[in-house]
């Protein structure tokens, strides 16, 4: 008998459907579900997992924090704790019988991992069972068959480097975390994270924001012309100096402006705009970003539609197809999709199919492309824009490039020279049927020399200039890909653990008060764990692990000697850091200015002493006694946001696996639906209760 393990219960399904041309049973093994089917004469059993069976933590000797020193944690060796204990137990169960386990997992360091610590239980049994590894990037019937026709051999390298990645971010995190956390009394709940990843990230946020804050406007002035030819074509030019930051020489300047102008010179071509190269991880959460998805919810969806074969694996570097992939037979099987016969028929006509290449080329998975039809009907609204972008992206790849013809004209007006540029889209090719992708045509008409124009209006424009923008989840997922932050199979996570640690908050990543003291005491006293050199070069090591160069303790070892060397500047601070992230945190506390007349005070978060119970208070208390009930539960964060309703403070609720959700501090808000207000009599209590 077969054993195949696959990662999650949806690819388990799916892989037995697949290779039993869908004859299958399901019984319940201690309540998970195992798939039978026979084959060929041979038996197979196939289970799903939840991803990591077994995760990497200290013994329980080491769990008390107040009794622990948090330096002595860097040399304690992790242990392997089962996390998902009636899984384990259904493993070992159905593996009683097998003579041979086909590991079905990702195909990454991630899964290799959890197939290979799913096969260490299996051979606590029996140590003579044969083990071999599926590869495939895609849960089609036609990757399924193939790598099961022909599996091959784990690779340990692969798994021991997700094991050095485990070891390490838990000794990272939890000695950083521990330290951090103690030294500012934010202990249980209100701990503060720190990790090898996640604080070079932090501070790439906190850098732009204060960027942003600290910018000054500087005044400029902007002069354009509007032109008419004999024809009555009509457009416009600039200054050739773009930017006046002398105010008097731009009055200078334009009152130098008559009626008419004269072409200096005129250049006309045709550019080529060339198609987007295939899709990686990162380029999928880009997209996904366009279409207004997080980078957490990109990965999420994504990974639904691979499970339900929809889609290659989406957890990729590669950003060139292989000559494997038969890109001819997927633009024809799109073709079966009403949305997309015409995109199909477009990229079938085409004489010879010459897909766009990327930089990065990999062996391990594909770029991310559609692999089997979906309907709209048959998706989640969500689910179906993400496809339509996978799809979309996949025929742009393929079809010719767009071209556009380009104008660039210097114009004399009363002896200063305007630039005029005109972009006109002529051949649409592949964005005709990429809509992500807009062309802003801007008409300029084809100008001879010497040709005289007549000024029909002229305009000069006070601006000041603008403070960098914060970054989209998009953009941040780039930025840590070039600065070799994280994973492919990380990145969206590590910003997502930001949001639920209450570090950053927003649409566009903005820091909190505490997040900013943070970064500020770990830069100057810990410089290494807030860039991300540090966390590069250890992520090269851990590729040696993969490539045969290093062994998983060499790594392991090195990554605990930069730590010792950071504790030691840490320690020596102590005081200054707590002082200065302990005002921080007390920022965040600040909901907005009290709403009582007269009272100058600051409405803020308080614990009162006897009930423990959170609430909002005034900060000129005991002169101003107002207060407001919060919720008990949940991650507070203050927003400094104004209700549109009712102009009190707006605070965000942030409950573990629920969508996080604003509240009006206000309980008779006329904005509430009923639920609140009810919500908010229950709680009036927490009103008369200000002793905090």
């Given at each position: 008998?077969?054993?195949?393990?696959?990662?999650?219960?949806i690819?388990?399904?799916r892989?037995a459907?697949?290779?039993?041309?869908?004859?299958?049973?399901?019984?319940?093994?201690?309540g998970?579900?195992?798939?039978?089917?026979?084959?060929?004469?041979?038996?197979y059993?196939?289970?799903?997992?939840?991803?990591?069976i077994?995760?990497?933590?200290?013994?329980k000797?080491?769990?008390?924090?107040?009794?622990?020193?948090?330096?002595?944690l860097?040399d304690?060796?992790?242990e392997?704790?089962?996390?998902?204990?009636k899984?384990?137990?259904?493993?070992?169960?159905v593996?009683?019988?097998?003579?041979?386990?086909?590991?079905?997992?990702?195909?990454?360091?991630e899964?290799?991992?959890?197939?290979?610590?799913?096969?260490?239980?299996i051979?606590?049994?029996?140590?003579?069972l044969?083990?071999?590894?599926?590869?495939?990037?895609?849960?089609?019937?036609?990757?399924?068959s193939?790598s099961?026709?022909?599996?091959?051999r784990?690779?340990?390298?692969?798994?021991?480097?997700?094991?050095?990645?485990?070891?390490?971010d838990?000794?990272?995190?939890?000695?950083?975390?521990?330290?951090?956390?103690l030294?500012?009394?934010q202990?249980?709940?209100?701990?503060?994270?720190?990790?090898?990843?996640?604080?070079?990230?932090?501070?790439?946020?906190?850098?732009?924001?204060?960027?942003?804050?600290?910018?000054?406007?500087?005044?400029?002035?902007?002069?354009?012309?509007?032109?008419?030819?004999?024809e009555g074509e009509?457009?416009?030019a600039?200054h050739?100096?773009?930017?006046?930051?002398r105010?008097?020489?731009?009055?200078e300047?334009?009152?130098r402006?008559?009626?008419t102008?004269?072409?200096?010179?005129?250049?006309?071509?045709?550019?080529?705009?060339?198609p987007?190269?295939?899709l990686?991880?990162?380029g999928?959460?880009?997209?996904?970003n366009?279409?207004?998805?997080?980078?957490s919810?990109?990965?999420?969806?994504?990974?639904s539609?691979?499970?339900?074969?929809?889609?290659?694996?989406?957890?990729?570097d590669?950003?060139?197809?292989?000559?494997?992939?038969?890109?001819?037979?997927?633009?024809g099987?799109?073709?079966?999709?009403?949305?997309?016969?015409?995109?199909?028929?477009?990229?079938?006509?085409l004489k010879?199919?010459k897909?766009?290449?990327?930089?990065?080329?990999?062996?391990?998975?594909?770029?991310?492309?559609?692999t089997?039809?979906a309907?709209?009907s048959?998706?989640?609204?969500?689910e179906w824009?993400?496809?339509?972008?996978v799809?979309?992206?996949?025929?742009?790849?393929?079809?010719p490039?767009?071209s556009?013809?380009?104008v660039?004209?210097?114009?004399?007006?009363?002896?200063?020279?305007?630039?005029a540029?005109?972009?006109?889209?002529?051949?649409?090719?592949?964005?005709?049927?990429?809509?992500?992708?807009?062309?802003q045509d801007v008409?300029?008409?084809?100008?001879?020399?010497e040709?005289?124009?007549?000024i029909?209006?002229r305009?000069?424009?006070?601006?000041?200039?603008?403070?960098?923008?914060?970054?989209?989840?998009?953009?941040?997922?780039?930025?840590?890909?070039?600065?070799?932050?994280?994973?492919?199979?990380?990145?969206?996570?590590i910003?997502?653990?930001?949001?639920?640690?209450?570090?950053?908050?927003?649409?566009?990543p903005?820091?909190s008060?505490?997040?900013?003291?943070?970064?500020?005491?770990?830069?100057?006293?810990?410089?290494?764990?807030?860039?991300?050199?540090?966390?590069?070069e250890?992520?090269?090591y851990?590729d040696g692990i993969?490539?045969g160069?290093?062994?998983?303790?060499e790594?392991?070892?090195r990554?605990?000697?930069?730590?010792?060397?950071i504790?030691e500047?840490?320690?020596?601070e102590k005081?200054?850091?707590?002082?200065?992230?302990k005002?921080?945190?007390?920022?965040?506390l600040?909901?907005g200015?009290?709403p009582?007349?007269?009272?100058s005070?600051?409405?803020i978060?308080?614990v009162?002493?006897?009930?423990?119970?959170?609430?909002?208070?005034?900060?000129?208390?005991p002169?101003?006694r107002?207060?407001?009930?919060?919720?008990?539960?949940?991650?507070?964060?203050?927003?400094?946001?104004?209700?549109?309703?009712c102009?009190?403070p707006?605070?965000?609720?942030?409950?573990?696996?629920?969508?996080?959700?604003?509240?009006?501090?206000n309980?008779?808000?006329?904005?509430?639906?009923?639920?609140?207000?009810?919500?908010?009599?229950?709680?009036s209590?927490?009103r008369?209760?200000?002793?905090g």
């Amino acid at each position: 008998m077969k054993l195949i393990i696959s990662e999650k219960e949806i690819a388990a399904k799916r892989i037995a459907n697949i290779l039993s041309g869908n004859g299958v049973s399901e019984k319940k093994v201690y309540g998970v579900p195992v798939h039978y089917f026979k084959t060929s004469g041979q038996e197979y059993i196939v289970i799903g997992l939840k991803g990591h069976i077994l995760k990497v933590d200290y013994p329980k000797e080491f769990s008390n924090w107040f009794k622990v020193d948090p330096v002595k944690l860097i040399d304690v060796e992790p242990e392997k704790i089962p996390v998902q204990k009636k899984i384990i137990q259904a493993l070992k169960k159905v593996a009683e019988d097998a003579s041979e386990v086909i590991v079905a997992t990702d195909y990454d360091r991630e899964g290799e991992l959890i197939g290979y610590d799913a096969v260490q239980i299996i051979q606590e049994l029996n140590s003579q069972l044969l083990t071999r590894r599926a590869k495939f990037s895609a849960i089609t019937p036609g990757e399924i068959s193939k790598s099961f026709s022909k599996p091959g051999r784990m690779d340990l390298n692969l798994a021991f480097a997700g094991r050095a990645r485990q070891d390490i971010d838990l000794i990272w995190g939890a000695v950083l975390t521990r330290f951090i956390s103690l030294t500012t009394y934010q202990v249980k709940d209100k701990f503060l994270s720190v990790g090898r990843v996640q604080t070079p990230t932090l501070a790439l946020i906190v850098d732009r924001e204060m960027e942003i804050k600290n910018f000054k406007p500087a005044p400029y002035r902007v002069i354009k012309i509007k032109l008419k030819t004999e024809e009555g074509e009509e457009f416009e030019a600039y200054h050739r100096k773009k930017k006046f930051t002398r105010m008097d020489e731009a009055e200078e300047v334009f009152a130098r402006i008559g009626n008419t102008a004269r072409v200096i010179e005129s250049k006309e071509s045709v550019k080529n705009i060339k198609p987007p190269v295939p899709l990686n991880t990162t380029g999928l959460i880009v997209g996904g970003n366009i279409l207004g998805f997080t980078a957490s919810r990109t990965v999420s969806l994504a990974e639904s539609l691979y499970m339900n074969g929809y889609i290659s694996y989406p957890r990729t570097d590669n950003t060139v197809y292989p000559s494997s992939i038969d890109l001819a037979d997927i633009s024809g099987m799109l073709g079966r999709i009403p949305n997309f016969r015409q995109l199909s028929s477009d990229i079938l006509s085409l004489k010879k199919i010459k897909p766009s290449r990327g930089r990065k080329k990999t062996t391990d998975h594909p770029p991310v492309y559609p692999t089997s039809p979906a309907y709209k009907s048959g998706l989640s609204a969500d689910e179906w824009k993400l496809y339509e972008f996978v799809v979309r992206r996949f025929a742009a790849t393929l079809l010719p490039s767009a071209s556009c013809r380009s104008v660039s004209a210097k114009i004399d007006a009363g002896g200063e020279t305007f630039i005029a540029t005109g972009s006109v889209l002529i051949e649409p090719g592949w964005t005709s049927h990429y809509p992500y992708y807009r062309h802003q045509d801007v008409f300029v008409p084809a100008l001879k020399t010497e040709q005289m124009l007549k000024i029909t209006g002229r305009d000069m424009e006070d601006k000041y200039t603008k403070p960098p923008p914060r970054y989209s989840q998009g953009k941040l997922v780039q930025i840590m890909e070039e600065l070799g932050l994280g994973t492919k199979a990380t990145r969206h996570s590590i910003i997502q653990t930001l949001i639920t640690r209450g570090y950053v908050k927003g649409k566009l990543p903005e820091p909190s008060e505490k997040a900013v003291a943070l970064i500020k005491m770990l830069k100057k006293h810990a410089g290494k764990i807030s860039t991300p050199d540090m966390t590069s070069e250890l992520e090269m090591y851990m590729d040696g692990i993969v490539n045969g160069d290093e062994t998983k303790n060499e790594v392991v070892d090195r990554s605990r000697n930069m730590l010792k060397e950071i504790m030691e500047n840490l320690q020596k601070e102590k005081e200054e850091i707590s002082r200065e992230i302990k005002k921080g945190i007390k920022e965040d506390l600040i909901v907005g200015k009290c709403p009582v007349e007269g009272c100058s005070g600051n409405l803020i978060v308080r614990v009162a002493r006897a009930s423990r119970k959170r609430f909002i208070g005034c900060s000129a208390y005991p002169e101003c006694r107002i207060t407001f009930p919060l919720p008990q539960k949940g991650l507070l964060l203050t927003t400094r946001e104004i209700c549109r309703h009712c102009g009190y403070p707006v605070v965000k609720i942030i409950n573990k696996g629920k969508r996080p959700w604003n509240l009006c501090i206000n309980p008779d808000c006329p904005g509430k639906d009923e639920k609140y207000k009810n919500y908010n009599n229950k709680n009036s209590n927490s009103r008369t209760d200000s002793s905090g």
